[in-house]
């Protein structure tokens, strides 16, 4: 068995993250300029350290997921969310189910209250946002960003919805109260159902084709009749039908009714 496949397997029992999911290639280079880094030979030693050091396994699960995210990434996508798809959807219904799935440090469910606040009052605006990290969600709670990323916020949302303090920019607390965090392993865990938009962005890249397939249809599942699947720049799906959707525009997929 390689020291990679030990790896694997160690994590699996000590987390239940399968590894195996992730593209291979892509969580050697992440995982290695770790292990290197804490002074480690090979990644048998490395697993054998993480099982009983929770610092370093905190530290793994920081390295393996992807924690890069800003306010309104690719802002012309917020923008047909904004002006088309909650257009649609509040057409039938004036109260959302909204997730921001693997939403790492919060910027993309603030972002869905803040777009979405142009058509609700914020008291009717609720999100669940989840992500595999701990420290990060605990980040999201907190709310203080940097000005990168608030680099393609319009200044009258920033404005609105952020205090500066220093050099960071704090969410207000209405905004905050609109988004509920939770710790979920989208490979792994239940998910619920009747959502009206699902947000999954800039995350799939880094799965192996099993695992997309497996967390597509998972989203359609969950997904009502009509709902909408909004994923990253790089991710459009090929085949929609597999998974029962049709395309409503770039990145934007609505179950059929």
Do not use: H
């Not at 309104?72 to 257009?87: G, M, S, T």
């Not at 085949?239 to 029962?244: F, G, R, S, T």
């Amino acid at each position: 068995m390689s020291d990679y496949s030990i790896l694997i397997q160690g994590i699996k029992k000590k987390t239940g993250i399968d590894l195996s999911l992730y593209k291979e290639a892509q969580m050697k280079r992440r995982l290695t300029s770790l292990y290197e880094k804490k002074g480690f030979r090979n990644f048998k030693d490395y697993s054998l350290a993480i099982q009983s050091d929770q610092d370093l396994l905190d530290e793994f699960l920081d390295r393996m997921t992807i924690n890069v995210s800003e306010f309104y990434r690719n802002a012309l996508r917020w923008e047909v969310l904004e002006k088309k798809i909650f257009p649609q959807l509040l057409e039938k219904i004036k109260r959302l189910k909204i997730w921001s799935a693997a939403c790492s440090t919060g910027e993309e469910p603030y972002s869905l209250a803040m777009v979405l606040s142009s058509y609700l009052p914020l008291r009717d605006i609720s999100i669940y946002a989840t992500d595999l990290d701990v420290g990060v969600l605990n980040r999201a709670k907190v709310g203080l960003y940097n000005d990168r990323a608030l680099k393609e916020v319009p200044k009258p949302i920033i404005d609105k919805f952020f205090i500066k303090e220093g050099a960071s920019y704090q969410v207000v607390e209405d905004i905050k109260k609109t988004v509920t965090f939770k710790q979920q392993n989208l490979l792994e865990d239940r998910y619920d159902t009747n959502y009206d938009l699902i947000v999954c962005r800039n995350v799939m890249i880094y799965f192996t084709e099993e695992a997309k397939d497996q967390i597509y249809t998972n989203f359609s599942k969950a997904l009502k009749p009509g709902g909408v699947l909004f994923v990253g720049s790089t991710e459009q799906i090929f085949n929609p039908e597999k998974y029962n959707f049709e395309s409503v525009d770039t990145f934007f997929y609505r179950k059929k009714q």
